[in-house]
């Protein structure tokens, strides 16, 4: 059985949104038992009469934007920190989830869940959708550090190939440096240095600029967290305001209106394609517990499979291949 823990506060929609998703989780998955962190008086309505969930009381929530030192000082009692205590300290839970504060869920994971022995530096990561059907790239650090050294990137190049292989299912996976060119010396100084430290490794496939990260190619692609959080800005805006020119093109007349009608079976798979909410959220690799943080916004699709996506992992022994893996080392 696969538990994970859930907080389940903190998100721009509110709990009720986010129970829709989780409960349809629940639904699909008969091998997992969740425990709940939140509001106790407004979760316990929404889970009456539910299997395999557990409610545990929690008095503050963390807002979005929270300093390391606020959050350990102020938000002790909040969902999202009980969750991750929880989680650090109780050995039959597999993993936690949160849609709530970046900055506080990652500060949690760091100091209540722990590092795996080796990690130099967790990585934030998220997989994107590619140009090739059904295969997906993993890119971190997307903003967990703004500055990252070489050793490093590194570290995110191994932890990022292992998952490669344990969730993407990748026989030898590549790994690429996220850089402004493709030559040898391109790039930030800690790209350069970590550049040399991968030359020799059969799994490093070199550089990769942005506009071709997502060409289907590649499966996992390191960078410091400022450009790569600005990659994942970027690629989110873009396919909004791709979705948005589309749509007002198509309605600019009657013409171009019967041409969406023969149009839409493609555009609506583009659209599934494009939506950010369909990958689940970002990962924290290199803490001891699997752990996922689902956009601030997410709806309850958005929420079914960042639940999903902790559930995967747990299932494909990504913690402990990490652990044995850096062992090694």
Same mark, same amino acid.
Do not use: W
């Given at each position: 059985?696969?538990?994970?823990?859930?907080?389940?506060?903190?998100?721009?929609?509110?709990?009720?949104?986010? $129970?829709?998703?989780?409960?349809?989780?629940?639904?699909?998955?008969?091998?997992?038992?969740?425990?709940?962190?939140?509001?106790?008086?407004?979760?316990?309505?929404?889970?009456?009469?539910?299997?395999?969930?557990?409610?545990?009381?929690?008095?503050?929530?963390?807002?979005?934007?929270?300093?390391?030192?606020?959050?350990?000082?102020?938000?002790?009692?909040?969902?999202?920190?009980?969750?991750?205590?929880?989680?650090?300290?109780?050995?039959?839970?597999?993993?936690?989830? $949160? $849609?709530?504060?970046?900055?506080?869920?990652?500060?949690?994971?760091?100091?209540?869940?722990?590092?795996?022995?080796?990690?130099?530096?967790?990585?934030?990561?998220?997989?994107?959708?590619?140009?090739?059907?059904?295969?997906?790239?993993?890119?971190?650090?997307?903003?967990? $550090?703004?500055?990252?050294?070489?050793?490093?990137?590194?570290?995110?190049?191994?932890?990022?190939?292992?998952?490669?292989?344990?969730?993407?299912?990748?026989?030898?996976?590549?790994?690429?440096?996220?850089?402004?060119?493709?030559?040898?010396?391109?790039?930030?100084?800690?790209?350069?240095?970590?550049?040399?430290?991968?030359?020799?490794?059969?799994?490093?496939?070199?550089?990769?600029?942005?506009?071709?990260?997502?060409?289907?190619?590649?499966?996992?692609?390191?960078?410091?967290?400022?450009?790569?959080?600005?990659?994942?800005?970027?690629?989110?805006?873009?396919?909004?305001?791709?979705?948005?020119?589309?749509?007002?093109?198509?309605?600019?007349?009657?013409?171009?209106?019967?041409?969406?009608?023969?149009?839409?079976?493609?555009?609506?798979?583009?659209?599934?394609?494009?939506?950010?909410?369909?990958?689940?959220?970002?990962?924290?690799?290199?803490?001891?517990?699997?752990?996922?943080?689902?956009?601030?916004?997410?709806?309850?699709?958005?929420?079914?499979?960042?639940?999903?996506?902790?559930?995967?992992?747990?299932?494909?022994?990504?913690?402990?291949?990490?652990?044995?893996?850096?062992?090694?080392?």
């Amino acid at each position: 059985m696969v538990k994970l823990a859930i907080d389940l506060m903190g998100s721009d929609l509110g709990p009720e949104e986010l $129970s829709k998703g989780l409960k349809d989780f629940l639904s699909e998955t008969p091998d997992c038992q969740v425990e709940v962190f939140g509001d106790e008086k407004a979760l316990q309505p929404l889970f009456a009469g539910a299997d395999r969930v557990s409610i545990h009381p929690a008095d503050t929530v963390v807002p979005m934007e929270v300093s390391p030192f606020e959050f350990l000082r102020k938000y002790r009692t909040s969902s999202m920190f009980l969750a991750c205590q929880t989680a650090g300290k109780d050995t039959s839970i597999d993993g936690v989830v $949160s $849609s709530g504060s970046t900055g506080g869920f990652l500060t949690a994971c760091h100091t209540l869940v722990g590092r795996i022995p080796g990690v130099v530096r967790e990585g934030l990561a998220a997989p994107f959708i590619t140009a090739k059907p059904g295969h997906q790239t993993l890119i971190l650090d997307i903003g967990a $550090s703004n500055y990252c050294t070489a050793e490093e990137l590194v570290c995110f190049a191994r932890i990022g190939k292992i998952y490669a292989s344990r969730v993407f299912h990748r026989t030898d996976p590549k790994v690429f440096l996220l850089s402004n060119g493709l030559e040898e010396g391109k790039g930030l100084k800690e790209t350069v240095e970590a550049y040399q430290l991968l030359k020799g490794d059969p799994s490093f496939g070199g550089l990769s600029e942005a506009r071709d990260a997502l060409d289907g190619t590649k499966d996992v692609i390191v960078t410091t967290g400022y450009p790569g959080n600005i990659f994942l800005k970027g690629t989110e805006g873009t396919a909004e305001l791709m979705m948005g020119m589309l749509k007002k093109a198509f309605t600019k007349n009657l013409r171009t209106k019967i041409g969406y009608l023969l149009a839409k079976p493609g555009l609506k798979e583009m659209k599934r394609n494009l939506d950010y909410r369909a990958t689940g959220g970002a990962v924290l690799l290199g803490v001891k517990k699997v752990a996922v943080k689902s956009h601030g916004n997410s709806n309850a699709y958005a929420f079914l499979n960042a639940v999903r996506l902790a559930y995967n992992m747990v299932k494909a022994g990504l913690v402990k291949g990490l652990e044995e893996e850096l062992a090694q080392r």
